[in-house]
């Protein structure tokens, strides 16, 4: 059964930091792109970074370029999002994605090319 399953969000102050986790099951993260991305109440989903499945290629958004940063342990089977600098228009729910064709520098990260969803974890950036 394939499964994604994200963990790490919470409440944190601006200027803090967080990581974000995003467990895989029933696939390997190596086979296949992996994206993160972010709603915020009536807004639309926001591609916010990727990785590709050889791992060498990484993606972001503009708006989270030098703060945030994307990585993935195969043992563990698990993509991580660090962020930090959190400022309080991060907040948002994170949402992970696979089984996009590819993640290419420099392009939109688009959610529409990512066919398989986890259920999302809260990120609140308050003081």
């Known amino acids: 059964q394939l499964q994604l399953v994200e963990s790490g969000g919470g409440l944190v102050q601006p200027g803090g930091s967080l990581r974000l986790s995003c467990a895989a099951s029933?696939?390997?993260?190596?086979?296949?792109?992996v994206g993160w991305f972010r709603q915020a109440p009536g807004k639309e989903r926001e591609g916010v970074s990727c990785?590709?499945?050889?791992?060498?290629?990484?993606n972001y958004a503009d708006s989270v370029k030098g703060r945030f940063t994307i990585s993935r342990n195969n043992a563990a089977n698990t993509v991580y999002l660090q962020m930090n600098s959190l400022k309080p228009e991060d907040t948002a729910v994170y949402y992970c994605?696979?089984?996009?064709?590819?993640?290419?520098?420099?392009?939109?990260?688009?959610?529409?090319?990512?066919?398989?969803w986890g259920q999302g974890t809260q990120v609140t950036v308050a003081s």
């Open positions: 994605a696979a089984f996009a064709p590819r993640c290419s520098s420099g392009t939109p990260i688009r959610a529409n090319q990512y066919a398989y």
């Open positions: 029933g696939f390997t993260v190596d086979y296949t792109a």
């Open positions: 990785i590709s499945s050889s791992g060498v290629m990484t």
